[in-house]
């Protein structure tokens, strides 16, 4: 897949001006793959080189030393002690599952999966264990702040992946190196890769989608 043509594809769905942002979603589908298998679903994480211009990602916190709290709470919109997991309901639970950044200190991490786990594992949204370090969360944070999911586990599995690797307002160039950055990682978690690989599109929110390959 070429930067040129994802440029190309870009300028064609331009579509009608709208009132607010749209963003740009990228959408790969695939062949010869059966979605019933469990080894044929692809859930990966794929860092972009360039933030979705999706604004600041909403952080939370698992943690139970209170110096380390101390230090790190500014980054954080939520920090939770590990003494109130246990009494989170699942409405909390349901809640916690909309932050875009889970990240907990590392011994903690057993007690989340215990209480928590049944709601967070199936989406994918387990936190990420860090040491207590003000160092060590501020660098979880800059990777985690341009990192998307990237699944055809939607309920059931599908035969495509659709993800934003943008919106309008961002630099053609950097959108391009966005979408090559997500095939490139699905193609590589693809059982046979480009043999996998049935046609991709780019689109913005309100335009038809414009075929790449």
Same mark, same amino acid.
């Given at each position: 897949m070429e930067k040129k043509d994802?440029?190309?594809?870009?300028?064609?769905?331009?579509?009608?001006?709208?009132?607010?942002?749209?963003?740009?979603?990228?959408?790969?589908?695939?062949?010869?793959?059966?979605?019933?298998?469990?080894?044929? %679903?692809?859930?990966?994480? /794929?860092? +972009?080189?360039?933030?979705?211009?999706? #604004?600041?990602?909403? *952080?939370?916190?698992?943690?139970?030393?209170?110096?380390?709290?101390?230090?790190?709470?500014?980054?954080?919109?939520?920090?939770?002690?590990?003494?109130?997991?246990?009494?989170?309901?699942?409405?909390?639970?349901?809640?916690?599952?909309?932050?875009?950044?889970? %990240?907990?200190?590392?011994? /903690?991490? +057993?007690?989340?999966?215990?209480?928590? #786990?049944?709601?967070? *594992?199936?989406?994918?949204?387990?936190?990420?264990?860090?040491?207590?370090e003000k160092s060590a969360v501020e660098n979880a944070l800059a990777g985690a702040e341009s990192a998307i999911r990237v699944t055809n586990k939607k309920g059931k599995g599908i035969p495509l992946v659709q993800v934003v690797i943008g919106d309008e307002s961002m630099d053609p160039e950097k959108i391009a190196e966005n979408a090559i950055e997500v095939y490139k990682d699905v193609l590589n978690a693809l059982p046979g890769q480009k043999h996998n690989i049935k046609s991709v599109y780019i689109k913005k929110t309100m335009s038809p989608a414009v075929k790449i390959i």
């Open positions: 994802i440029i190309s594809a870009l300028e064609q769905a331009s579509g009608k001006k709208r009132n607010f942002k749209q963003k740009i979603e990228l959408i790969i589908n695939f062949k010869n793959l059966d979605v019933k298998k469990q080894e044929n %679903l692809i859930d990966i994480k /794929v860092v +972009l080189p360039h933030s979705t211009g999706r #604004g600041k990602a909403r *952080a939370l916190l698992f943690a139970k030393t209170a110096s380390f709290i101390e230090s790190v709470k500014d980054m954080f919109e939520r920090v939770i002690y590990e003494n109130q997991i246990e009494s989170l309901s699942k409405k909390d639970a349901q809640e916690i599952a909309q932050y875009d950044i889970l %990240l907990a200190e590392g011994p /903690v991490m +057993l007690t989340v999966a215990k209480h928590l #786990g049944q709601t967070l *594992a199936p989406i994918g949204k387990m936190p990420k264990p860090v040491n207590p």
